[in-house]
């Protein structure tokens, strides 16, 4: 007969374990023994750092932040490291060059984020709650855009959880209750809109391509993004395609609409809907999306607070890419233009996600795009394209 084997007791653990907890200190810096030198010392060399985090930092605040450390062990030269691992260049865009390790980082670290959020997103931290509107009704167009120029659109947020510490910091085991807790909360989800959870390491290869999966970018290895891939990163797709949640890959969670007829009416309807089903089942978990009272939603990088979202549009496009004053027609209109695989074709998608509420957002992108179309429209036929270049904001 089988028998249940006793609980292991350690007697000497058992009786100083409440002497090993009180000698655990208050200020988590504190455990630590770094053998760095002063903050003078430690500086990096930001001479050639093209990134936000590179044009923002002084000596001064690098020496505030110095000795801080939030308490799932996250200090300052965590949270520049992207910056100081890819610099960037003075002639491409300028990327943001820094990241939460967690959300507690946002607080701790604020004299630096908050500079750094105002810088990027163009718009003043205060003391007021962010807005936020998921009213899909209240976007005016979206679903006429001319599909001769507007071939697809792509609507992706991002959301963290409560009480994880953020990808670049983030333990396995974490990384594994995240991937559980998504399990449990999508499943929820499916009672409206079936869908299969794949877990990436048992993807093919014919399925990698469909989701258009890349191995991840050397400096998501370098900063701990992608630490021990593909362990507990996972993809959930919708049966009719019509949604795509990522989970634990830049961030804890990634929902993606994409509509292949640039309905951006119906991209935003849908992401607007499961995100807001998801946050419930969360809720129901005690595991809530993270808010912070000024910044509004936030992951990792702070080039997503506020609202998480980015809105992509692709056009055809032959002749404005080429206009002498493009770049400060988009800086103008709030949106930027990335290049694609084929040559004209050219992703248009807002900058900021802080500032302006979800659906100011998708009705600017909107709106740029028809008087993007416009343009091209005019310079098709030689025509001048000033009179319709919007005012300076």
Request: some cysteine; charged content about 25%; overall charge neutral.
């Given at each position: 007969?089988?028998?249940?084997?006793?609980?292991?007791?350690?007697?000497?653990?058992?009786?100083?374990?409440?002497?090993?907890?009180?000698?655990?200190?208050?200020?988590?810096?504190?455990?630590?023994?770094?053998?760095?030198?002063?903050?003078?010392?430690?500086?990096?060399?930001?001479?050639?750092?093209?990134?936000?985090?590179?044009?923002?930092?002084?000596?001064?605040?690098?020496?505030?932040?110095?000795?801080?450390?939030?308490?799932?062990?996250?200090?300052?030269?965590?949270?520049?490291?992207?910056?100081?691992?890819?610099?960037?260049?003075?002639?491409?865009?300028?990327?943001?060059?820094?990241?939460?390790?967690?959300?507690?980082?946002?607080?701790?670290?604020?004299?630096?984020?908050?500079?750094?959020?105002?810088?990027?997103?163009?718009?003043?931290?205060?003391?007021?709650t962010p807005k936020s509107?998921?009213?899909?009704?209240?976007?005016?167009?979206?679903?006429?855009?001319?599909?001769?120029?507007?071939?697809?659109?792509?609507?992706?947020?991002?959301?963290?959880?409560?009480?994880?510490?953020?990808?670049?910091?983030?333990?396995?085991?974490?990384?594994?209750?995240?991937?559980?807790?998504?399990?449990?909360?999508?499943?929820?989800?499916?009672?409206?809109?079936?869908?299969?959870?794949?877990?990436?390491?048992?993807?093919?290869?014919?399925?990698?391509?469909?989701?258009?999966?890349?191995?991840?970018?050397?400096?998501?290895?370098?900063?701990?993004?992608?630490?021990?891939?593909?362990?507990?990163?996972?993809?959930?797709?919708?049966?009719?395609?019509?949604?795509?949640?990522?989970?634990?890959?830049?961030?804890?969670?990634?929902?993606?609409?994409?509509?292949?007829?640039?309905?951006?009416?119906g991209a935003f309807k849908?992401?607007?809907?499961?995100?807001?089903?998801?946050?419930?089942?969360?809720?129901?978990?005690?595991?809530?999306?993270?808010?912070?009272?000024?910044?509004?939603?936030?992951?990792?990088?702070?080039?997503?607070?506020?609202?998480?979202?980015?809105?992509?549009?692709?056009?055809?496009?032959?002749?404005?890419?080429?206009?002498?004053?493009?770049?400060?027609?988009?800086?103008?209109?709030?949106?930027?233009?990335?290049?694609?695989?084929?040559?004209?074709?050219?992703?248009?998608?807002?900058?900021?996600?802080?500032?302006?509420?979800?659906?100011?957002?998708?009705?600017?992108?909107?709106?740029?795009?028809?008087?993007?179309?416009?343009?091209?429209?005019?310079?098709?036929?030689?025509?001048?394209?000033d009179e319709l270049v919007?005012?300076?904001?």
């Open positions: 007969m089988w028998k249940v084997k006793p609980t292991i007791a350690f007697p000497i653990e058992t009786r100083y374990r409440p002497i090993l907890e009180s000698l655990v200190p208050s200020d988590p810096m504190s455990q630590f023994h770094l053998r760095r030198g002063s903050p003078e010392e430690e500086f990096p060399d930001l001479r050639r750092n093209s990134t936000w985090m590179g044009q923002i930092l002084t000596p001064a605040m690098y020496s505030r932040q110095f000795n801080r450390c939030t308490h799932s062990g996250v200090i300052f030269d965590d949270v520049i490291r992207p910056g100081i691992e890819e610099p960037g260049n003075s002639s491409g865009a300028v990327s943001i060059g820094c990241v939460a390790g967690d959300s507690q980082s946002y607080i701790l670290f604020c004299d630096f984020f908050d500079r750094v959020i105002e810088a990027y997103h163009g718009h003043k931290i205060t003391k007021e509107d998921f009213n899909y009704d209240n976007l005016k167009g979206g679903d006429d855009l001319d599909r001769s120029y507007a071939v697809r659109c792509e609507v992706s947020v991002l959301r963290g959880i409560e009480d994880f510490c953020f990808p670049t910091h983030c333990s396995r085991g974490e990384r594994r209750q995240l991937l559980l807790l998504a399990r449990r909360a999508l499943q929820r989800l499916e009672e409206d809109l079936p869908g299969d959870l794949l877990l990436l390491e048992e993807l093919s290869q014919q399925q990698q391509m469909e989701l258009n999966m890349n191995p991840p970018p050397s400096l998501h290895l370098r900063i701990g993004v992608a630490r021990d891939w593909p362990d507990a990163r996972a993809v959930w797709v919708s049966k009719d395609g019509s949604l795509v949640v990522w989970i634990n890959m830049e961030d804890h969670l990634k929902l993606v609409s994409v509509c292949h007829n640039a309905n951006v009416a849908s992401i607007c809907i499961n995100l807001q089903k998801l946050k419930e089942s969360y809720r129901e978990l005690r595991h809530q999306f993270i808010w912070k009272k000024q910044l509004g939603w936030v992951t990792s990088s702070p080039a997503d607070v506020g609202t998480g979202l980015r809105i992509s549009i692709y056009l055809k496009l032959q002749h404005l890419p080429h206009h002498r004053r493009l770049q400060d027609i988009l800086r103008r209109l709030g949106i930027c233009m990335d290049k694609t695989e084929i040559l004209t074709l050219h992703r248009v998608s807002n900058v900021a996600t802080f500032g302006l509420s979800e659906v100011e957002l998708t009705q600017l992108v909107v709106d740029g795009v028809k008087l993007l179309i416009a343009m091209e429209k005019k310079l098709e036929i030689d025509q001048d394209i919007p005012t300076q904001k």
